[in-house]
Nanobody, 118 residues
Framework: VQLQASGGGQVQAGGSLRLSCAAS????????MGWFRQAPGKDREFVAA????????YNADSVKGRFTMSGDNSKNTVYLQMNSLKPEDTAVYFC????????????WGQGTQVTVSS
């Protein structure tokens, strides 16, 4: 599975961005897709996840009510709509996939930079 993340950029606080993650290769093996982020000097943290077949996404508390994950199986793509962005959302955002709901995250995209200025 190959994952290609895109859509990052620089916005002011309160603004919005939509990230995309396109999957290719053995997409039939994907069970769950997720978004993570890593700020400078910090560990990578979970942002959101959803089953590849659809359903309700699960969001980290830090982004609930502001970020929404969605997917389009016809395009093999998942999205992360980010609204009401804060400077603390500044990070490199990664998408990832795994084969089962309880298995480790197996494949990772290359990351896309999101910078939120105050």
């Amino acid at each position: 599975v190959q994952l290609q993340a895109s859509g990052g950029g620089q916005v002011q606080a309160g603004g919005s961005l939509r990230l995309s993650c396109a999957a290719s290769g053995r997409t039939f093996s994907i069970s769950t897709m997720g978004w993570f982020r890593q700020a400078p000097g910090k560990d990578r943290e979970f942002v959101a996840a959803m089953r590849w077949s659809g359903g309700t996404p699960y969001n980290a508390d830090s982004v609930k009510g502001r970020f929404t994950m969605s997917g389009d199986n016809s395009k093999n793509t998942v999205y992360l709509q980010m609204n009401s962005l804060k400077p603390e959302d500044t990070a490199v955002y990664f998408c990832a996939s795994k084969r089962g709901s309880t298995t480790p995250w197996e494949y990772w995209g290359q990351g896309t930079q999101v910078t939120v200025s105050s």
